[in-house]
Protein backbone atom coordinates (compact mmCIF):
# COMPACT_ATOMS: atom_id res chain seq x y z
CA UNK A 1 0.00 0.00 0.00
CA UNK A 2 1.57 3.53 -1.00
CA UNK A 3 3.03 6.23 1.53
CA UNK A 4 2.39 9.30 -0.07
CA UNK A 5 2.58 12.96 1.63
CA UNK A 6 -0.50 15.02 1.64
CA UNK A 7 1.09 17.92 0.35
CA UNK A 8 2.84 16.55 -2.66
CA UNK A 9 -0.50 14.90 -4.30
CA UNK A 10 -1.05 16.06 -7.73
CA UNK A 11 -3.85 17.63 -9.08
CA UNK A 12 -4.79 14.13 -10.57
CA UNK A 13 -3.97 12.42 -7.60
CA UNK A 14 -6.23 14.27 -5.24
CA UNK A 15 -9.13 14.50 -8.35
CA UNK A 16 -8.66 10.45 -7.96
CA UNK A 17 -9.60 10.78 -3.98
CA UNK A 18 -12.28 13.46 -4.10
CA UNK A 19 -14.27 12.66 -7.26
CA UNK A 20 -14.31 8.47 -6.80
CA UNK A 21 -16.26 6.94 -9.69
CA UNK A 22 -18.51 4.11 -9.42
CA UNK A 23 -18.73 2.79 -12.91
CA UNK A 24 -22.39 4.07 -13.92
CA UNK A 25 -21.85 6.32 -16.64
CA UNK A 26 -20.97 3.15 -18.46
CA UNK A 27 -23.55 0.80 -18.26
CA UNK A 28 -26.28 3.36 -18.58
CA UNK A 29 -27.40 2.66 -22.12
CA UNK A 30 -27.36 -1.02 -21.60
CA UNK A 31 -29.54 -0.39 -18.37
CA UNK A 32 -31.80 1.89 -20.15
CA UNK A 33 -32.95 -0.85 -22.28
CA UNK A 34 -32.95 -3.51 -19.67
CA UNK A 35 -35.61 -1.00 -17.80
CA UNK A 36 -37.78 -0.31 -20.71
CA UNK A 37 -38.37 -4.20 -21.25
CA UNK A 38 -39.37 -5.44 -17.88
CA UNK A 39 -41.56 -1.99 -17.83
CA UNK A 40 -43.17 -3.15 -21.48
CA UNK A 41 -43.06 -6.83 -20.50
CA UNK A 42 -42.96 -7.30 -16.76
CA UNK A 43 -41.79 -11.02 -15.68
CA UNK A 44 -41.46 -12.25 -19.30
CA UNK A 45 -38.16 -9.97 -19.34
CA UNK A 46 -37.22 -10.77 -15.76
CA UNK A 47 -37.00 -14.59 -16.66
CA UNK A 48 -35.05 -13.36 -19.48
CA UNK A 49 -32.87 -11.23 -17.85
CA UNK A 50 -32.44 -13.85 -15.10
CA UNK A 51 -31.72 -16.42 -17.56
CA UNK A 52 -28.63 -14.28 -19.26
CA UNK A 53 -27.73 -12.12 -16.48
CA UNK A 54 -27.57 -15.12 -13.55
CA UNK A 55 -28.01 -18.36 -15.62
CA UNK A 56 -30.81 -19.30 -13.80
CA UNK A 57 -34.30 -20.16 -14.94
CA UNK A 58 -36.68 -18.74 -12.61
CA UNK A 59 -40.13 -20.92 -11.73
CA UNK A 60 -41.29 -19.14 -9.22
CA UNK A 61 -40.20 -15.02 -9.19
CA UNK A 62 -42.19 -14.33 -5.48
CA UNK A 63 -40.09 -16.63 -3.09
CA UNK A 64 -42.24 -15.01 -0.24
CA UNK A 65 -42.67 -18.50 1.37
CA UNK A 66 -39.61 -19.67 0.62
CA UNK A 67 -37.89 -16.91 3.02
CA UNK A 68 -40.27 -18.22 5.28
CA UNK A 69 -39.09 -21.23 5.30
CA UNK A 70 -35.36 -20.52 5.67
CA UNK A 71 -35.31 -19.75 8.95
CA UNK A 72 -35.54 -23.25 10.01
CA UNK A 73 -32.74 -24.16 7.57
CA UNK A 74 -29.97 -21.74 8.69
CA UNK A 75 -27.60 -22.87 11.48
CA UNK A 76 -28.51 -21.84 15.33
CA UNK A 77 -25.78 -19.58 15.46
CA UNK A 78 -26.42 -17.60 12.61
CA UNK A 79 -30.26 -17.27 14.01
CA UNK A 80 -29.70 -15.75 16.39
CA UNK A 81 -26.74 -13.44 14.94
CA UNK A 82 -29.73 -12.31 12.87
CA UNK A 83 -32.32 -11.78 15.97
CA UNK A 84 -29.61 -9.93 17.61
CA UNK A 85 -28.61 -7.67 15.31
CA UNK A 86 -32.73 -7.23 14.17
CA UNK A 87 -32.83 -6.45 17.72
CA UNK A 88 -30.41 -3.72 17.94
CA UNK A 89 -30.99 -2.12 14.52
CA UNK A 90 -34.71 -1.66 15.71
CA UNK A 91 -33.75 0.08 18.87
CA UNK A 92 -31.79 2.65 17.10
CA UNK A 93 -34.33 3.06 14.25
CA UNK A 94 -37.22 3.15 17.15
CA UNK A 95 -35.16 5.86 18.74
CA UNK A 96 -35.50 8.33 15.48
CA UNK A 97 -39.12 8.02 14.70
CA UNK A 98 -40.45 11.64 14.92
CA UNK A 99 -43.64 12.63 16.77
CA UNK A 100 -46.47 14.57 15.34
CA UNK A 101 -46.40 18.07 16.93
CA UNK A 102 -48.40 21.73 16.97
CA UNK A 103 -47.55 25.21 17.98
CA UNK A 104 -50.31 27.44 19.20
CA UNK A 105 -49.23 31.46 19.08
CA UNK A 106 -50.53 34.16 20.84
CA UNK A 107 -51.65 35.81 17.46
CA UNK A 108 -54.34 32.62 17.05
CA UNK A 109 -52.10 30.81 14.41
CA UNK A 110 -51.96 27.22 15.36
CA UNK A 111 -48.92 25.42 13.05
CA UNK A 112 -47.68 21.75 12.92
CA UNK A 113 -46.22 18.86 11.60
CA UNK A 114 -47.27 15.02 11.08
CA UNK A 115 -45.19 12.75 10.08
CA UNK A 116 -46.57 9.60 7.66
CA UNK A 117 -45.21 6.38 6.53
CA UNK A 118 -45.27 5.40 2.84
CA UNK A 119 -47.52 2.85 1.51
CA UNK A 120 -45.07 0.52 -0.67
CA UNK A 121 -41.61 0.30 -0.88
CA UNK A 122 -38.92 -1.99 -2.25
CA UNK A 123 -35.86 -2.94 -0.68
CA UNK A 124 -32.63 -4.63 -2.63
CA UNK A 125 -30.78 -7.09 -1.33
CA UNK A 126 -27.17 -8.25 -3.10
CA UNK A 127 -27.16 -11.94 -3.25
CA UNK A 128 -27.69 -14.90 -5.19
CA UNK A 129 -25.51 -17.78 -4.45
CA UNK A 130 -23.72 -15.19 -1.37
CA UNK A 131 -25.23 -14.07 2.05
CA UNK A 132 -25.59 -10.80 2.90
CA UNK A 133 -28.59 -11.11 5.49
CA UNK A 134 -27.25 -7.96 6.79
CA UNK A 135 -28.21 -5.80 3.68
CA UNK A 136 -31.72 -7.40 4.46
CA UNK A 137 -31.77 -5.99 7.89
CA UNK A 138 -30.24 -2.49 7.20
CA UNK A 139 -33.13 -2.01 4.63
CA UNK A 140 -36.42 -3.63 5.64
CA UNK A 141 -36.21 -2.93 9.25
CA UNK A 142 -35.98 0.81 9.43
CA UNK A 143 -39.10 0.65 6.86
CA UNK A 144 -41.13 -1.80 9.50
CA UNK A 145 -40.05 0.51 11.86
CA UNK A 146 -41.64 3.80 9.94
CA UNK A 147 -44.81 2.01 9.57
CA UNK A 148 -44.48 1.13 5.97
CA UNK A 149 -47.52 -1.14 4.80
CA UNK A 150 -45.40 -3.07 2.18
CA UNK A 151 -42.09 -4.12 2.24
CA UNK A 152 -40.49 -5.87 -1.08
CA UNK A 153 -37.58 -7.48 -1.62
CA UNK A 154 -35.96 -8.42 -4.80
CA UNK A 155 -32.25 -10.55 -4.56
CA UNK A 156 -31.06 -12.35 -7.12
CA UNK A 157 -31.57 -15.68 -8.36
CA UNK A 158 -29.76 -18.71 -7.71
CA UNK A 159 -30.17 -22.77 -8.09
CA UNK A 160 -30.67 -22.36 -4.43
CA UNK A 161 -30.50 -18.71 -2.71
CA UNK A 162 -28.57 -18.69 0.58
CA UNK A 163 -30.56 -19.49 2.92
CA UNK A 164 -29.04 -16.77 5.52
CA UNK A 165 -30.08 -13.73 3.33
CA UNK A 166 -33.52 -15.12 3.09
CA UNK A 167 -34.19 -16.18 6.64
CA UNK A 168 -32.66 -12.09 7.33
CA UNK A 169 -35.47 -11.41 5.15
CA UNK A 170 -38.03 -12.75 6.49
CA UNK A 171 -37.10 -12.05 10.28
CA UNK A 172 -36.65 -8.68 9.84
CA UNK A 173 -40.81 -8.67 8.83
CA UNK A 174 -40.66 -7.74 4.73
CA UNK A 175 -44.05 -8.54 3.40
CA UNK A 176 -42.63 -10.05 0.15
CA UNK A 177 -39.74 -11.63 -1.55
CA UNK A 178 -38.96 -11.72 -4.87
CA UNK A 179 -36.50 -13.40 -6.78
CA UNK A 180 -35.12 -11.21 -9.03
CA UNK A 181 -31.41 -9.18 -9.13
CA UNK A 182 -30.05 -6.27 -10.72
CA UNK A 183 -31.09 -3.94 -13.14
CA UNK A 184 -33.93 -5.75 -13.45
CA UNK A 185 -35.12 -6.12 -9.81
CA UNK A 186 -35.03 -2.34 -9.54
CA UNK A 187 -37.31 -2.10 -12.89
CA UNK A 188 -39.88 -4.48 -11.26
CA UNK A 189 -40.07 -2.89 -8.34
CA UNK A 190 -40.25 0.79 -9.87
CA UNK A 191 -42.86 -0.45 -12.64
CA UNK A 192 -44.66 -3.22 -10.85
CA UNK A 193 -45.13 -6.75 -13.39
CA UNK A 194 -47.91 -9.51 -13.10
CA UNK A 195 -46.19 -10.83 -9.89
CA UNK A 196 -44.07 -8.12 -8.39
CA UNK A 197 -45.95 -5.16 -6.69
CA UNK A 198 -44.95 -1.50 -7.79
CA UNK A 199 -43.55 0.63 -5.18
CA UNK A 200 -43.35 4.06 -4.41
CA UNK A 201 -39.64 4.03 -2.76
CA UNK A 202 -36.25 1.80 -3.63
CA UNK A 203 -33.66 1.90 -1.16
CA UNK A 204 -30.47 -0.55 -0.57
CA UNK A 205 -26.81 -1.16 -1.92
CA UNK A 206 -26.28 -2.76 -5.15
CA UNK A 207 -23.35 -3.18 -8.00
CA UNK A 208 -22.92 -0.22 -10.66
CA UNK A 209 -26.43 -1.88 -12.57
CA UNK A 210 -28.33 -1.96 -9.80
CA UNK A 211 -27.00 1.93 -8.90
CA UNK A 212 -27.47 3.03 -12.72
CA UNK A 213 -31.04 1.53 -13.04
CA UNK A 214 -31.92 3.36 -9.96
CA UNK A 215 -30.44 6.59 -11.68
CA UNK A 216 -33.03 5.46 -14.51
CA UNK A 217 -35.93 4.97 -12.93
CA UNK A 218 -35.98 8.20 -10.53
CA UNK A 219 -38.65 10.23 -11.02
CA UNK A 220 -41.17 7.31 -11.49
CA UNK A 221 -39.86 5.79 -8.16
CA UNK A 222 -38.26 7.76 -5.85
CA UNK A 223 -34.98 6.52 -4.46
CA UNK A 224 -32.82 6.87 -1.55
CA UNK A 225 -29.58 7.56 -2.96
CA UNK A 226 -27.04 6.61 -6.02
CA UNK A 227 -24.29 4.01 -4.16
CA UNK A 228 -20.49 3.17 -5.00
CA UNK A 229 -18.10 1.56 -3.83
CA UNK A 230 -17.48 0.42 -0.06
CA UNK A 231 -15.11 3.48 1.35
CA UNK A 232 -13.50 4.13 4.14
CA UNK A 233 -11.03 6.88 5.65
CA UNK A 234 -9.32 6.32 9.36
CA UNK A 235 -8.48 9.50 10.81
CA UNK A 236 -5.31 8.76 13.17
CA UNK A 237 -2.77 10.27 15.44
CA UNK A 238 0.45 8.26 16.93
CA UNK A 239 -1.62 6.98 19.41
CA UNK A 240 -3.42 4.51 17.80
CA UNK A 241 -2.22 0.95 17.22
CA UNK A 242 -1.12 0.39 13.16
CA UNK A 243 -2.27 -3.15 13.51
CA UNK A 244 -6.13 -1.96 13.99
CA UNK A 245 -5.91 0.80 11.43
CA UNK A 246 -4.51 -2.01 8.81
CA UNK A 247 -7.47 -4.20 9.82
CA UNK A 248 -10.15 -1.83 9.38
CA UNK A 249 -8.60 -0.78 5.84
CA UNK A 250 -8.38 -4.43 4.69
CA UNK A 251 -11.90 -4.89 5.90
CA UNK A 252 -13.28 -2.72 3.79
CA UNK A 253 -11.16 -3.38 0.84
CA UNK A 254 -12.47 -6.99 0.89
CA UNK A 255 -15.83 -5.24 -0.91
CA UNK A 256 -14.93 -4.46 -3.87
CA UNK A 257 -11.64 -4.22 -6.08
CA UNK A 258 -12.83 -0.81 -7.18
CA UNK A 259 -12.79 0.55 -2.92
CA UNK A 260 -11.45 3.50 -1.58
CA UNK A 261 -9.55 2.49 1.69
CA UNK A 262 -7.63 5.17 2.83
CA UNK A 263 -5.67 6.19 6.08
CA UNK A 264 -4.44 9.97 7.42
CA UNK A 265 -2.15 10.73 9.39
CA UNK A 266 0.07 13.77 11.12
CA UNK A 267 2.74 11.02 12.13
CA UNK A 268 4.75 9.86 9.81
CA UNK A 269 6.37 6.56 11.89
CA UNK A 270 2.30 5.56 12.61
CA UNK A 271 2.12 5.54 8.43
CA UNK A 272 4.91 3.40 7.91
CA UNK A 273 3.97 0.92 10.54
CA UNK A 274 0.33 0.56 8.94
CA UNK A 275 1.73 0.07 5.62
CA UNK A 276 3.68 -2.76 7.39
CA UNK A 277 0.95 -3.90 8.90
CA UNK A 278 -1.07 -4.17 5.89
CA UNK A 279 1.39 -5.59 3.67
CA UNK A 280 1.51 -8.70 6.41
CA UNK A 281 -1.93 -9.03 6.92
CA UNK A 282 -3.55 -8.49 3.52
CA UNK A 283 -2.28 -11.86 1.68
CA UNK A 284 -3.62 -14.22 4.40
CA UNK A 285 -7.02 -12.86 4.02
CA UNK A 286 -9.62 -15.53 1.97
CA UNK A 287 -10.52 -12.44 -0.21
CA UNK A 288 -6.93 -11.67 -0.80
CA UNK A 289 -7.03 -11.10 -4.50
CA UNK A 290 -9.93 -8.13 -4.23
CA UNK A 291 -7.94 -6.85 -1.20
CA UNK A 292 -4.78 -6.66 -2.84
CA UNK A 293 -6.79 -4.69 -6.30
CA UNK A 294 -8.66 -2.47 -3.71
CA UNK A 295 -5.28 -1.29 -1.74
CA UNK A 296 -3.40 -0.82 -5.13
CA UNK A 297 -6.34 1.40 -6.51
CA UNK A 298 -5.78 4.87 -7.33
CA UNK A 299 -7.76 6.27 -4.45
CA UNK A 300 -6.46 4.23 -1.94
CA UNK A 301 -3.67 4.98 -0.16
CA UNK A 302 -1.93 5.83 3.31
CA UNK A 303 -1.19 9.45 3.48
CA UNK A 304 1.04 11.87 6.02
CA UNK A 305 -0.36 15.22 6.52
CA UNK A 306 1.87 17.73 7.81
CA UNK A 307 -0.24 18.53 10.79
CA UNK A 308 -4.02 17.03 12.22
CA UNK A 309 -5.51 20.47 10.94
CA UNK A 310 -4.07 19.16 7.41
CA UNK A 311 -5.60 15.92 7.88
CA UNK A 312 -9.21 17.25 9.14
CA UNK A 313 -9.26 19.05 6.33
CA UNK A 314 -8.70 16.30 3.97
CA UNK A 315 -10.97 14.00 5.78
CA UNK A 316 -13.61 17.20 5.19
CA UNK A 317 -12.84 17.18 1.56
CA UNK A 318 -12.91 13.17 1.49
CA UNK A 319 -16.70 13.28 2.87
CA UNK A 320 -16.02 9.49 3.86
CA UNK A 321 -18.99 6.94 3.99
CA UNK A 322 -17.74 5.28 6.87
CA UNK A 323 -14.79 7.64 8.90
CA UNK A 324 -12.89 5.64 12.00
CA UNK A 325 -11.13 8.10 14.62
CA UNK A 326 -8.44 6.71 16.04
CA UNK A 327 -6.99 9.52 17.86
CA UNK A 328 -6.46 10.62 21.47
CA UNK A 329 -9.02 13.73 20.94
CA UNK A 330 -11.45 11.45 18.83
CA UNK A 331 -14.70 13.60 19.40
CA UNK A 332 -12.71 17.20 19.08
CA UNK A 333 -11.47 15.79 15.97
CA UNK A 334 -15.19 14.72 14.77
CA UNK A 335 -16.98 18.10 15.92
CA UNK A 336 -14.30 20.04 12.96
CA UNK A 337 -15.90 17.08 10.42
CA UNK A 338 -19.28 17.64 8.86
CA UNK A 339 -18.64 15.83 5.82
CA UNK A 340 -19.28 11.85 6.85
CA UNK A 341 -21.91 8.98 6.43
CA UNK A 342 -21.18 7.44 9.22
CA UNK A 343 -18.47 8.19 12.01
CA UNK A 344 -16.40 5.39 14.45
CA UNK A 345 -14.62 6.64 17.29
CA UNK A 346 -12.17 4.93 19.22
CA UNK A 347 -10.15 1.84 19.49
CA UNK A 348 -12.43 -0.59 19.61
CA UNK A 349 -15.41 0.50 17.11
CA UNK A 350 -14.21 -0.73 14.20
CA UNK A 351 -16.42 -0.27 11.37
CA UNK A 352 -17.30 -4.13 10.75
CA UNK A 353 -19.90 -3.40 13.94
CA UNK A 354 -21.87 -1.11 12.11
CA UNK A 355 -22.06 -3.21 9.10
CA UNK A 356 -23.60 -5.51 11.32
CA UNK A 357 -24.52 -5.32 14.88
CA UNK A 358 -24.06 -2.24 16.89
CA UNK A 359 -27.55 -1.09 15.20
CA UNK A 360 -26.54 2.20 13.07
CA UNK A 361 -26.81 1.62 9.39
CA UNK A 362 -24.61 0.45 6.78
CA UNK A 363 -26.59 2.00 3.77
CA UNK A 364 -24.47 5.35 3.38
CA UNK A 365 -23.57 7.92 0.73
CA UNK A 366 -20.35 7.46 -0.77
CA UNK A 367 -18.51 9.42 -3.55
CA UNK A 368 -18.73 12.40 -1.63
CA UNK A 369 -22.36 12.27 -0.95
CA UNK A 370 -21.84 12.62 2.62
CA UNK A 371 -21.51 16.16 1.34
CA UNK A 372 -25.19 16.65 0.65
CA UNK A 373 -27.52 13.91 2.54
CA UNK A 374 -27.73 11.27 5.16
CA UNK A 375 -27.73 7.42 5.08
CA UNK A 376 -30.59 5.35 5.15
CA UNK A 377 -32.99 6.10 8.55
CA UNK A 378 -35.93 5.98 9.47
CA UNK A 379 -36.61 8.95 7.83
CA UNK A 380 -36.53 7.38 4.86
CA UNK A 381 -39.77 5.62 4.72
CA UNK A 382 -41.65 8.86 6.32
CA UNK A 383 -43.20 12.47 4.69
CA UNK A 384 -43.93 14.96 6.18
CA UNK A 385 -46.62 17.41 6.01
CA UNK A 386 -47.90 20.45 7.76
CA UNK A 387 -50.68 21.92 9.16
CA UNK A 388 -52.35 24.93 10.35
CA UNK A 389 -55.16 27.14 11.31
CA UNK A 390 -55.97 30.04 11.73
CA UNK A 391 -58.47 32.24 13.70
CA UNK A 392 -60.04 35.17 12.70
CA UNK A 393 -58.32 37.63 14.43
CA UNK A 394 -55.46 35.60 13.28
CA UNK A 395 -56.14 36.03 9.34
CA UNK A 396 -57.27 39.94 9.89
CA UNK A 397 -53.73 40.71 10.94
CA UNK A 398 -51.88 38.84 8.59
CA UNK A 399 -54.33 40.51 5.70
CA UNK A 400 -52.17 42.97 4.74
CA UNK A 401 -49.22 41.10 4.34
CA UNK A 402 -50.52 38.39 2.06
CA UNK A 403 -52.78 40.78 0.13
CA UNK A 404 -49.45 42.72 -0.52
CA UNK A 405 -46.93 39.98 -1.36
CA UNK A 406 -49.89 38.25 -3.56
CA UNK A 407 -50.40 41.41 -5.77
CA UNK A 408 -46.61 42.30 -6.27
CA UNK A 409 -46.41 39.20 -7.73
CA UNK A 410 -49.26 39.73 -9.68
CA UNK A 411 -51.43 37.05 -8.49
CA UNK A 412 -54.96 39.13 -7.58
CA UNK A 413 -57.23 36.26 -7.07
CA UNK A 414 -54.95 35.23 -4.25
CA UNK A 415 -55.31 38.50 -2.38
CA UNK A 416 -59.11 38.29 -3.26
CA UNK A 417 -59.64 34.66 -1.57
CA UNK A 418 -58.18 36.73 1.91
CA UNK A 419 -60.43 39.68 1.27
CA UNK A 420 -63.92 37.61 0.19
CA UNK A 421 -64.08 36.54 4.10
CA UNK A 422 -64.41 39.71 5.12
CA UNK A 423 -66.78 41.74 2.39
CA UNK A 424 -68.40 43.50 5.09
CA UNK A 425 -65.89 45.41 5.83
CA UNK A 426 -65.32 48.28 4.30
CA UNK A 427 -61.69 48.92 5.48
CA UNK A 428 -60.50 45.26 5.94
CA UNK A 429 -56.57 45.37 5.35
CA UNK A 430 -56.49 49.29 5.95
CA UNK A 431 -54.12 49.49 8.40
CA UNK A 432 -54.27 53.05 8.75
Not at 68 to 93: P, Q, T
Not at 110 to 122: A, E, T
Amino acid sequence: MELRQVADLSPDERRTFFERDAGVDAVRGDVRDIVERVRDEGDAAVRKFSREFDGVEVANIDITDEAERAVDAVDDDVLAAICESIANVREFHEAQVPDDWTREFDDGRVLGKRFRPLDRVGVYVPGGTAAYPSSAIMGVVPATVAGVEHVAVVTPPADEINPATLAAVHEAGADAVYSVGGAQGIAALAYGTETVTRVRKIVGPGNKWVTAAKAEVRGDAEIDFLAGPSEVLVLADETADPAAVAADLIAQAEHDPNASVVAVTDDEALAEAVCAEVEARAPDRERAETIEAALDNGASGVLVARSMPEAVLFAEEYAAEHLSIQAEDDEALLDRISNVGSAFLGPYTPVAAGDYASGTNHVLPTNGGAKAFGGLSTDTFLRSSTVQRLSEDALRDLSGTVTTLAEAEGLEAHAESVRARFEDESHFGDES
